[in-house]
């Protein structure tokens, strides 16, 4: 069974990695982080991922690969959008490039389903990407063999895997620059939380673009013009703006609507534009 996601981007979760560390401001609340803390001692993969500190829960760096989940996707029959990795970081600096190499093929190999990778380290995920070409004649070849595949790679990138980042405030404006030049059918940024206005965003490259405010307990706020400002910048560079949620203490009250609507925009893929209800 796919885990169905009430993320509003998405529609199910992959996480063939668990556990994280903290790269900056966006990550002081994480939610995976708490979540993991909830699930610690319950044998499911969260176990050691997290302590308790003066400050409260944070993670303790330590990051598990998970083989048996690798072939979750190829399971799934329903088309569906896939978010990989809500509960930690693909390109966290210790998940090993073996381990990419094998959660790609799995991707090539479950093409009817879209995949979202979303890490706020995109410097390793350009890093990786950058092999072109040697992933898919040498590399992914080798990865397919270790899940009990022969298929072979013709496609470099994957027409069926986003790639994002996400910026929560000026002082992450550089992972936008890190994430343009990558080869992807779909480049695309999580402005969540967001924590600051990001003025003049310059979107050359960027084919998504997602806001949301923070959530839950110690939620900081986001102020509208922020939002308006970012819609309006989609606007004028006609890229696809989808506002997942106010957030705050109280999410559900605060809802999602910006000037009495929803904005529910995706990007238009080969001349089809995958909507929610995709
Ligand atoms: S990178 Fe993502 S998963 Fe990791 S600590 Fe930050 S917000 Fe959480």
């Known amino acids: 069974m796919a885990a169905n996601s009430s993320i509003e981007w998405t529609d199910a979760t992959w996480n063939p990695t668990t556990g994280c560390s903290r790269v900056s401001k966006g990550c002081d609340n994480c939610y995976a982080m708490?979540?993991?803390?909830?699930?610690?001692?319950?044998?499911?993969?969260?176990?050691?991922?997290?302590?308790?500190?003066?400050?409260?829960?944070?993670?303790?760096?330590?990051?598990?690969?998970?083989?048996d989940r690798l072939r979750q996707p190829l399971s799934w029959r329903k088309p569906r959008r896939v978010f990989v990795n809500s509960m930690s970081d693909l390109f966290h600096p210790i998940v090993?490039?073996?381990?990419?190499?094998?959660?790609?093929?799995?991707?090539?190999?479950?093409?009817?389903?879209?995949?979202?990778?979303?890490?706020?380290?995109?410097?390793?995920?350009?890093?990786?990407?950058?092999?072109?070409?040697?992933?898919?004649?040498r590399?992914?070849?080798?990865?397919?063999?270790?899940?009990?595949?022969?298929?072979?790679?013709?496609?470099?990138?994957?027409?069926?895997?986003?790639?994002g980042t996400s910026v929560e405030d000026q002082e992450a404006l550089d992972r936008v620059d890190a994430i343009r030049p990558?080869?992807?059918?779909?480049?695309?940024?999580?402005?969540?939380?967001?924590?600051?206005?990001?003025?003049?965003?310059?979107?050359?490259?960027?084919?998504?673009?997602?806001?949301?405010?923070?959530?839950?307990?110690?939620?900081r706020p986001m102020r509208k013009e922020w939002v308006t400002q970012i819609r309006d910048d989609c606007r004028d560079w006609q890229v696809p703006f989808f506002f997942k949620q106010w957030g705050g203490v109280n999410k559900k009250k605060n809802g999602r609507k910006l000037e009495g609507r929803t904005w529910d925009e995706m990007p238009e893929i080969a001349g089809e534009i995958l909507t929610s209800e995709a």
Request: aromatic content about 10%; some cysteine; overall charge negative.
């Open 34 to 67: 708490m979540m993991a803390r909830r699930f610690d001692g319950q044998g499911n993969g969260y176990d050691d991922t997290t302590r308790m500190t003066k400050r409260g829960v944070d993670w303790t760096g330590v990051v598990k690969t998970h083989e």
């Open 182 to 219: 990558i080869s992807a059918s779909v480049r695309f940024l999580s402005l969540e939380p967001l924590l600051g206005p990001l003025p003049n965003l310059d979107l050359a490259g960027i084919d998504w673009v997602i806001v949301g405010g923070e959530s839950g307990p110690g939620a």
């Open 139 to 163: 590399r992914w070849p080798e990865a397919m063999e270790c899940l009990g595949e022969d298929g072979q790679m013709t496609d470099f990138p994957l027409s069926n895997v986003w790639v």
């Open 96 to 137: 090993s490039f073996d381990f990419v190499d094998k959660v790609f093929a799995t991707m090539a190999l479950a093409d009817s389903h879209v995949f979202q990778i979303l890490t706020k380290r995109p410097e390793r995920m350009a890093e990786y990407l950058s092999a072109g070409k040697e992933l898919w004649t």
